[in-house]
């Protein structure tokens, strides 16, 4: 593992450094310097969280391969408001690395990058950043961050947060490993208009109880619907399906959106104050690529589901 990043991991129990060495078993583990505790390396991936209410994203970033290297780098671009060439030689934390795209990609710039997810989407993230020493995924809860505090040059987060129980509490846990000085990038699921979330809370009320087998194939249908001109800009501002024009992220999309436990949408001026109140300025509001006075309507009404609420801001005290 990269030495820059494994000193900035720390035990869960007492926060010391570890350090790598075989556990009491004889297999490849993190040791704890301090209190002896010991987290296992399986498939070269230090694990230690795991949690069952991820598991769909375990399951939906090792079955559909997503990474698009050039869709990769404007997307990073559009959601951090950060050129990916000016973070080399940067120590960059990508907070709910998912299959690994957004970590590959500044890894590839020649960042100094750790992905961190709770999910066995650790395993597809260390494939895809496996060619890069610069590069190295870990599996932590975000809501109980193990890595030194004030460490990182950027911090991003993109569609992870409104997963978690508590998206507050995660935010100020990624806010503190940003260095004074350094940047934060968040990105949440935007709140829509009252009855489109009752909407699709009540359906998401049976999906995401449902098992994977039984709803990859309707997120495969929702795929079809995306597909067809007249219903992609009209009936998904009432039933969410992505319009994506690749037919892989399109399913993956509409699994990502009815599989999770949690699913939680936000304002921009909430999550402004959360950057306010962990001590973040210079803050500025991120718009979504896509352009047409129609899209900008509907963006501003609250009307496009799926669209988010994107900020980034500067953590004061550099
Ligand atoms: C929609 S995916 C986004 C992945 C990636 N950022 C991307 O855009 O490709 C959300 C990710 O957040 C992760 N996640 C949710 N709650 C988490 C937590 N408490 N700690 C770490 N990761 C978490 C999930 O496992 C999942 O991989």
New binding site residues.
Partial sequence: MNPELLALIRCRSCRAALEPGPDPGGASALRCEGCGASYPIVSGVPRL?E?P??AS??R??NRYD?VRDEEDEA?FRVKTGVDPQSLAGKLVL?????????ARLLARMGATVLG????D?VDQASKATAEFPNAAIVQ????D?PLAESAFDLVF?????H???DPRR?FAEIARRVTPGGRLAV?LYRKNTPPQEWINSGLRVFTSRMPARALEPISAGLGVLGSIPVLKQTLNKVINFSNHPDWTLRVCDNF?WYA?T?QSHHTAAELRSWFEAEGFGDLTELRPQKSGRAYEWAYDHNLIIGSGVNVAGTRLGG
Avoid at 140 to 143: I, K, M, N, P
């Fill in positions: 969280a949690h209410y991820v994203f375990g939906q970033w997503v997307v990508d907070a709910g690395c998912g299959g690994g795209r957004y961190v997810d709770l999910s989407a932590a809860d975000l809501l961050l987060s993109i569609g992870v947060l997963h978690s129980p995660a990105w990502d999770p949690y």
